[in-house]
Every structure is written in structure tokens, then in C-alpha cells.
């Protein structure tokens, strides 16, 4: 018997879809997945290249400022106080802040790290204010803080609050005088 010209066509339908089938799963599903993975690796190298460079404008940064304390030093431009005055230098801040309109959460020093010249006390500000409020602190820290510096800081709004306040942190470094420095000032000779 021979087939009939529809059996035919069925048959050829038949193995058409069956090769399509065929080239989907063997051949385009995997290049879709392939892509959807470099899309994703691709995104994922993106955010850490982003992260590596703003790392390396901190490190810039603090470099910077570590190179004009150490000018300052030498100088004898700047003196440092003692670590023992990590009280003061907090009220210090603190009166700085909320005299700019800055509401504080939290202002926490850090572990200090010694070095030959000076020692760098690390300074946690959180809070909330306006931006301009932000700036006007930053302006002044460094205008009155010059022993200060700002290593990094984060302002985050809410678009949907109707409010112009923001949340802030400032990491701040606050450099004193070496443990020698300061106990030859603070110990009377004799």
C-alpha cells in the first residue's frame, strides 16, 4: 500500500518538529542558558569593578589626607591631643552636629591603630537631617577639625517620604598624638 500524499505530509510534519525539538534542546536551549549565565557573570563582574574603584578612591582619599596630617606634623602646623580627650573630641563633634541641624543616633569611636606619629581613632556618626544640613557638618569638620579627616560617609534618602530628611554616617579618623607625645606632655618633668 502506498502511502497517501496527506500520511506523507504528516510524516514530514512529524519529523520536523521532531529535528526542531531536537535543535531546541541540544542546541538553543544551552546557548540560551550559556548567555543568561555571562549576562549574569557579566553583572556580577560589573558590581565588583564599581566596588574595586570605589575602594580605590577611599584608599586615595585617606592617602591623601594621611600625606597632609604627616605634612602638617612635620611642619609643625598642626599639634594632636592626646588619645585620653576621646570624650571631648566626642562632645566636640557633637555639639558641631546638632549646632548644623543634625539629629545624632549614635556617635561610637572605634578601636584606635597606632602608629610611629600618631594614632588613628576611627568615629562612627549616624543620624538623620537634611542634605544641607550633611554638607554644612562636612564643611565644618573640615574647617574646624583639621585633625579630622572624613574617610567615608553615606546619605540615603526616601523618595516616597515627604520630608527632606536623610539618614547619614560619617566614618571619620581622628588623629592624636603618640602614647610618648602625649604622657611627655602630660607628666611634669623632675
Known amino acids: 500500500m502506498?502511502?497517501?500524499?496527506?500520511?506523507?505530509?504528516?510524516?514530514g510534519a512529524a519529523a520536523?518538529?521532531?529535528?526542531?525539538a531536537a535543535v531546541y534542546v541540544f542546541g538553543a536551549r544551552p546557548l540560551l542558558s550559556a548567555r543568561a549565565e555571562a549576562s549574569r557573570?557579566?553583572?556580577?563582574?560589573?558590581?565588583?569593578?564599581?566596588e574595586a574603584s570605589d575602594m580605590s578612591r577611599r584608599l586615595?582619599?585617606?592617602?591623601?589626607?594621611?600625606?597632609r596630617v604627616t605634612q602638617e606634623?612635620?611642619?609643625?602646623?598642626?599639634?594632636?591631643?592626646?588619645?585620653?580627650?576621646t570624650n571631648k573630641r566626642v562632645a566636640e563633634l557633637t555639639r558641631r552636629a546638632t549646632g548644623d541641624r543634625l539629629e545624632i543616633n549614635e556617635i561610637k569611636p572605634g578601636a584606635p591603630q597606632s602608629d610611629?606619629?600618631?594614632i588613628r581613632v576611627p568615629i562612627r556618626i549616624t543620624g538623620s537631617g537634611t542634605f544641607l544640613s550633611c554638607a554644612l557638618f562636612m564643611h565644618h569638620l573640615r574647617e574646624n577639625?583639621?585633625?579630622?579627616?572624613?574617610?567615608?560617609?553615606?546619605?540615603?534618602?526616601?523618595?516616597s517620604s515627604s520630608t527632606d530628611s536623610i539618614r547619614f554616617t560619617f566614618d571619620l579618623i581622628w588623629y592624636t598624638a603618640p602614647a610618648a607625645h602625649a604622657s611627655a606632655e602630660t607628666t611634669p618633668p623632675g
Open 16 to 20: 520536523l518538529a521532531a529535528m526542531t
Open 116 to 118: 610611629a606619629r600618631f
Open 145 to 159: 577639625f583639621r585633625d579630622t579627616g572624613l574617610a567615608a560617609f553615606d546619605l540615603t534618602g526616601d523618595a
Open 2 to 11: 502506498k502511502p497517501t500524499i496527506a500520511q506523507v505530509d504528516a510524516l
Open 73 to 85: 606634623l612635620t611642619d609643625g602646623t598642626l599639634t594632636l591631643e592626646g588619645i585620653e580627650q
Open 41 to 50: 557573570q557579566a553583572a556580577t563582574v560589573a558590581a565588583r569593578e564599581q
Open 60 to 67: 586615595a582619599g585617606t592617602s591623601a589626607r594621611l600625606q
